[in-house]
């Protein structure tokens, strides 16, 4: 589906990212791999079994960082077809402990990272035929937000409108930009803390539509979708890949016992 | 992973316009397909599609309770089960808001929202318990959201058809079956094209509305269908994925076209 295209992935040697790098890969993409730490050891010898990638030091929450890597990707790969902004963090400090460098950190990385990358793709890949695109990792807590997580919400909410309105600049390149909102993910991060405890796994579970927490494999062929034509006439769009749960208003009990 | 080989599905209004796009489309992914419509397809529609794959066609007026529920036993028992239904099926009145009558809301609403909760019950009773392999695609609309002048039954159908998929799809999660719509813009099909005809200069203003510069074609849904019915979107439900060229995303131009 992703034959030639050449594509550069944010935060992607974990993950999120790392399932759409997967996916991307077994699509047929060439991929450029991105992290602002060292990938762990087996991470691209497996990668590297699926198809062409390579890895590119950069932390996207300074905007040298993210204009460089996109400049280096479309150097290494000899042009880019497509950006996937998806490196992001955030924090569970309580909201009265939230010092402007928690806000700086996470709206740095969450929203400006994504800013100044497309940004800087839009000014490399020039006039398109809307062939290429951007893909923006969003997330269900665009949409609603959860407990203690006041700055995530707000930098994922604001990532909602940055595709919306993106869309609108991004047409005159002749590029589309999409979002994919993951909602509960099993990622490694998710199974170290959330796991811990059975009883929330299967609170979390019970309100979710389809029964289970999602996993990487869920969501890396969304992306896949939204990068390749069969979403050619595709702009704008935020797909929620949450197994239902923002359809839902509220369970009245927890079934499964 | 975005293929449908080994998937039998039932498009409701399928030998025109969205639905005969989104028929091949789904025959193109591998898909054996049962299209069911009120008459039958023109013969060049029919050996179109049949050239494309494994192709049945169903006579069924979906606004009709009982052969909304048949054609689905019908389409399930020629191709032996099923595992995807697109509701698609539908029209409007291009009738005054003041002129609207009690028929013109009684027609809309039994195709366009009560043909699309039958035929999807009648499907989740015949596929049974499902492993999240089986789909519903509900064909809504950008007006399930965002009104348009002159279309007030047309809308509130289509809004109703964002909370009917949003709703199945919570209580169809137990059965294993994904709901999902698909929500075409405005798109150039023979209903649509007698308006944009109609009204000069309308397309130069409405392509000026749309991020990406024009009117959809037929050929830009099928995609999108294809996808939710696929195992690439086997963690998806309750979600309207709108195929607008970015219309939705779009709040006003300050500037006309130029002539």
Redesign the interface.
Known sequence: ?LENHRVVITGSTYGIGLGIAD?ML??GARVILNSNDDPADDVLDRLSALGECHFIKADLSSVEGAIGLVQEAHAQLGGLDCLVNNAGTFTDKPFLDNDPADYDRIMNLNVRGYFFATQEFARLVGKRE?EASVVCTGSTNGLQAEKGMPLYDTSKGAVLML???L??VL?DFGI?INGVAP?LIRTPLHKKVIEKDPALCKLLDAQ????RR??LD??G??A??LA??????????M??????I???QTIWEV?GD | ??GLEGKRALVTGGTYGIGLGIAEAMLQAGARVAIASRKPPKDDVKQRLESQGEVCFLQADLSVADEARRCVRDAFNALEGLDALVNNAGSFFDVDFMDLTEEHFARTFDLNVRGYFLASQEFARVVGQRD?DAAIICVGSSNSIQAEHGSVLYDTSKGAIFMLM??M??S???HGI?VNGLGPGLIRTPLSSGGLASVPGAEKLLNAQM???RI??IE??G??A??LAS?????????M??????L???QAIWELPEA
């Open positions: 589906m996916a077994r699509a809307f595709v919306r309105s869309s609108l047409a589309r909602g979710i539509p389809l029964g999602g996993e869920d969501v062929p969304v896949v979708f390749s034509p069969a979403a050619k006439y595709i702009t704008g769009e797909i929620y890949v949450d197994g239902g923002a359809a839902q079934r | 992973m975005i999240f949003r709703s799809a919570v169809l999660g137990k994904r991020p990406l510069g959809g074609e830009d849904c995609g999108a294809v996808f195992d690439a979107a086997k963690y998806i439900t309750g979600h994925l709108y195929v607008d060229g970015g939705t995303a779009l």
